[in-house]
């Protein structure tokens, strides 16, 4: 089989800080370094529990992953972006099927106005046998002896553990999380590049200068993991119902839980916007995001936190034959939030559940 050739790409140069005044939210700090000295992972769990609960949003430091190795999949991604549109649609999404892998073109309108969303992504599936005959672009197949690895680092460097503090904090087996989310069984998990394009003034104003509405981290994933750009772009909402922003911290994640610990977090909303002496400049992201097993039956984890605060009966957490399956769910949520041709703004509409067979989540995402 002949070599395939790696072409070569631009590196990544980081924007400089912003030097906008801005309102900084106080999210924790969680020192993966500490994960296996001794007591390191009671003490990350205990500080944990209060991120995940009163925030919903923490960051990851000293995670075994340089900012060289980021800047270099930043670099990949941004040489996928500056391809011709014929060719990143070569193997793009398909909502229809409810399919997040793939290039995903910014075609959607934000809510009932004639703006259109300015984000690019590509979502890599896990590069492991079994989905070794998933289409992917050739820029993935040149760059895979550095994407697959990299791929497995975040979910081992970063993931698997965050899966062990959370088993801790709900008092179950270290492990418990860990297996349903095993990387080489099959899942919808990915690595996604993304790129938000700026706006003029005026489409900006018409949205309310958001790049993206108030949500909770999406419904079908279990934790979602970022790199930290210089340029900050992302609001959380605050306990007290304010707007703050994050704060870029040298070499850190910032990660967020979803629907797995959305017994434990008060499902702080999030969005996108920009800061104001930034609004012209593209912004290019990395992101890791974590689905189910596909075989993982979708029932709530038997925690005995959870039934001694009274948020779960044991009978609630009893598999059942019928009971919705990963691949099952994640599908069919994917293609409920973005077959469509208009964004949905969920703060108008907090109460709504979607259902899949016997299971019902709110509806929480734009």
Sequence with gaps: MPAIHKPTVQPWTIPPPTSASLDWAPLVIIDLSKFD?????????????????????????????S???????????????????????????????????????PTRFIGNSDVKENMEMLNVPKLTPDYENVPLHDIVRQFHDEIAPFHRLVWENVI???????????ELPENYFVDRHHYDAPSEDHLRYMVYHPRSLEEDKKIGDQWSAGHTGTSHRSINSFTNPTFPRLQIRTPSNEWKWVKY????????A??????????RPSRRTSSPDQAHLERLGLFYFVRPGDNVPMVP?????????????????????????????????????HDRKTTRVAERNPDNTFHVKNLAVTDYYV
């Design 160 to 170: 698997r553990r965050l899966f062990v503090l959370f088993a801790i904090i709900l």
């Design 67 to 105: 900012q060289e190795q980021l800047d270099r999949q930043l670099a990949i991604g941004n040489a996928f972006f500056k391809l011709p549109l014929e060719e990143k649609r070569k193997v793009a999404c398909d909502f229809k099927e409810g399919n997040y892998f793939g290039y995903r073109e």
């Design 37 to 65: 000295t001794p007591g390191g992972k009671e003490a990350l769990a205990a500080d944990l529990k209060d991120a995940v609960k009163n925030w919903g949003f923490w960051t990851v430091v000293n995670t075994g992953i």
């Design 249 to 256: 911290i040298p070499g850190g994640i910032t990660c967020n």
């Design 258 to 267: 979803a629907d797995t610990l959305s017994f434990l977090t008060k499902h």
């Design 301 to 337: 984890a038997p925690s005995p936190v959870l039934i001694r605060e009274g948020l779960l009966t044991e009978g609630e957490a009893t598999e059942s034959e019928d009971a919705v399956k990963g691949y099952e769910y994640v599908r069919a949520r994917v293609k409920n939030v």
